[in-house]
């Protein structure tokens, strides 16, 4: 769900020495992050940035696109083998 009462921009930040980044205090406050959240670092679609996604949105994405692909499996294999019937039947 996008929600319309997020900005599209925070801020800008800095990779540090250690490569460390400092997440912007109004970003932490708008998508409730706090000390201790465990954050995935994810590829950009072009490759050429990161995403940074909660760990618990990234297994409930992972759970839901399992489920989504064991519904359509059984779907193609229903589907198969509606197909096989009728091919014996011809």
Known sequence: MIR????????????????QVVIPKSAREALNLGAGDRLVVLPSKRGNG??????????????QMSERAEHISQRSRRLQEKLHTAEREE
Do not use: C, H, W, Y
């Open 4 to 19: 319309s009462d997020r900005p599209d921009f925070f801020s800008i930040t800095t990779v540090g020495e250690r490569g």
């Open 50 to 63: 990161i995403l940074l996604m909660r760990e618990e949105n990234i297994k409930e994405l992972a759970q």
